[in-house]
C-alpha cells in the first residue's frame, strides 16, 4: 500500500534535533522570566476578522498566505499566522490591562502560513513570540531589544545584525505617504503588479517587494527617517541612546518597513548571512495603536518574533548534545529471572529520577554492551540468572572499564548514590 507522507511544507522535527528545540525553549523560560515576562498560551485558531483587522487587508500575509476556512458554513476561522494580534485579543479579552500598568507577556508555538516552501520557509512554523503592553518610553524599546540580543548570546549567537529603523507615528507618517505615491506615481509602469495595485492602498509595502525591479525603484526612493516629526526623532534617538549603552552593534536601515500594517515608530530585525536566502531570524517592532484598532483602550505596545527553524538551523548541534545526558546506568540483563529483576529495578529507579536503560529481549551481553556504549551511558549493570542466584552482579564502570561485584540486596541503594 502506498504510504502516506506529511504535508507539503508541515515539517516534522525529530531527535536529536528535539534536544536542540528544548534547549532554546529552556533558554527563553530563562532569559524572558528574568526580564520580567510571563508565559501566554494561546489558540492556533482565531477568528479571522482578528488578523485583517490587526495585520492589514493588503499585506502579504492576509492577501495570500492565510490558511482561512469556513467551520461548518458558519463562521470564517484563521490558522494564526502570527502571534501578536491573539495576544492582544487574549490581554483584551481577559482585561489584564485593568491589573498592571506593564505587562510583558511571551509565547512559543506554530504559525501558519501558505508561503512556497523552500530551505527556511515552512508553512507551519514556529516563533518565540514576546511583547510589552503599556508603557511606549524609548527604555522599553531597548530593553526589549537588549533582551532579545541577550538571548541570542546565550545561545552562543554573536555577530548577527541588528537592523533598526522608526516608522514614525500618525502625525508624520502621512506627509511620507504623499511623497512616497508621487514618488511611486512616476514609476508606475515599472514596478510589479501587486505594487502597482497597492499603490494607492499601502504605499509602504512597495520597500518590502522582493522583486528586482521594485528593489531598484525603492533604492531611490524618499526615506522614512527624514519625514519624522520632533516627537518620534527624538523618540528613536533616544532608543539609540539606551542601546549604545550597551556594546551590542546595531545599523540604521531606513528601508525596513516589515511586512505587517501594525508597526508604529520603532522596527528592527536580526539577520544572519549564515541563512542564506531566508535571513532574517527575528522581526519585530512598536505598535501603539493596535490595541485601540482590536478596541480596546490606547495602550501602546512593543513585541518581536523570532522564527524558530531559522534560529535552530543556526545552533550547532553540539550545544544540545552537552545539555542532553545519557543513561547513568544501563541493566543488560540475560535470561528470564534476571530480566525480571531488572525491569523492576530499571523502573522503580527512573521512579526516583534517575536515568536507566535496558534491553527488555534478552539479547546476547555483546550486544547489549555495545548499545550500553552507543547510548553513553555511565555505567551498566550486568545481571545473569547466575548472578541472580548468587545474590549479586556486575558493575562496569564505562569510562575506566572497570567491574565490582556488588549485592542485589543494595543494588538500588547503590545506584541511588553512585548517580547523585
Ligand atoms: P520573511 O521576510 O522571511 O518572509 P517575515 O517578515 O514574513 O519574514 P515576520 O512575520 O516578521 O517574518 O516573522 C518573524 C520571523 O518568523 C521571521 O524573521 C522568520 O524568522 C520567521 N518566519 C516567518 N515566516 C516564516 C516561514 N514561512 N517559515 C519559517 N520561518 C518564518
Ligand atoms: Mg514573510
Not at 8 to 28: C, H, N, S, Y
Not at 63 to 84: C, N, Q, V, W
Not at 210 to 239: M, N, Q, S, W
Amino acid at each position: 500500500m502506498e504510504s502516506i507522507t506529511a504535508v507539503k511544507g508541515f515539517k516534522d522535527v525529530l531527535p536529536p534535533e528535539t534536544d536542540k528545540w528544548r534547549q532554546i525553549e529552556m533558554t527563553a523560560h530563562e532569559v524572558f522570566s528574568t526580564f520580567g515576562f510571563k508565559e501566554i498560551r494561546i489558540p492556533l485558531i482565531e477568528k479571522t476578522e482578528l488578523f485583517c483587522r490587526s495585520i492589514g487587508e493588503t499585506t502579504d500575509i492576509v492577501e495570500k498566505e492565510m490558511y482561512t476556512f469556513i467551520d461548518r458554513g458558519e463562521e470564517s476561522l484563521t490558522l494564526r499566522p502570527e502571534a501578536t494580534a491573539s495576544v492582544i485579543r487574549a490581554y483584551l479579552e481577559h482585561a489584564l490591562h485593568a491589573a498592571e500598568a506593564v505587562t510583558k507577556l511571551y509565547t512559543i508555538g506554530p504559525m501558519f502560513r501558505r508561503e512556497r516552501p523552500q530551505k527556511g520557509r515552512y508553512r507551519q512554523f514556529h516563533q518565540i513570540d514576546a511583547e510589552i503592553l503599556g508603557p511606549d518610553d524609548p527604555r522599553t524599546d531597548a530593553e526589549l531589544i537588549l533582551m532579545l540580543i541577550h538571548f541570542l548570546g546565550k545561545l552562543g549567537l554573536r555577530n548577527l545584525n541588528l537592523e533598526i529603523n522608526s516608522l514614525g507615528c500618525a502625525q508624520c507618517r502621512p506627509a511620507f505617504r504623499e511623497a512616497i505615491i508621487s514618488f511611486l506615481r512616476g514609476r508606475e509602469e515599472d514596478l510589479c503588479g501587486d505594487c502597482r495595485r497597492r499603490l494607492s492602498a499601502n504605499p509602504l509595502r512597495v520597500f518590502d517587494c522582493k522583486v528586482e525591479t521594485c528593489a531598484e525603484i525603492v533604492a531611490l526612493a524618499p526615506l522614512l527617517p527624514d519625514f519624522l516629526c520632533g516627537e518620534c526623532r527624538g523618540h528613536f534617538e533616544k532608543v539609540q541612546a539606551c542601546l549604545s549603552l550597551f556594546d551590542r552593534p546595531f545599523r540604521l536601515n531606513a528601508k525596513m518597513v516589515r511586512g505587517l500594517d501594525y508597526y508604529t515608530r520603532t522596527t528592527f530585525e536580526v539577520t544572519s548571512e549564515f541563512l542564506g536566502a531566508q535571513n532574517a531570524v527575528v522581526g519585530g517592532g512598536r505598535y501603539d495603536h493596535l490595541v485601540r484598532d482590536l478596541g480596546g483602550p490606547d495602550i501602546a505596545g512593543i513585541g518581536f518574533a523570532i522564527g524558530f527553524e531559522r534560529l535552530a538551523a543556526m545552533i550547532p548541534q553540539g550545544v544540545a548534545d552537552a545539555a542532553v545526558q545519557g543513561p547513568v546506568l544501563f541493566i543488560a540483563a540475560l535470561g528470564e529471572r534476571a530480566l525480571e529483576t531488572a525491569f523492576l529495578l530499571c523502573n522503580r529507579l527512573r521512579m526516583k529520577s534517575i536515568r536507566v536503560e535496558m534491553d527488555h529481549t534478552g539479547r546476547s551481553l555483546k550486544s547489549q554492551m555495545k548499545r550500553a556504549d552507543k547510548l553513553k551511558s555511565r555505567y551498566t549493570l550486568i545481571l545473569g540468572d547466575r548472578e541472580i542466584s548468587g545474590n549479586k552482579a556486575v558493575l562496569r564502570t564505562m569510562q575506566t572499564s572497570t567491574q565490582e561485584e556488588i549485592g542485589l540486596d543494595c543494588l538500588e541503594e547503590t545506584i541511588i548514590e553512585l548517580a547523585r
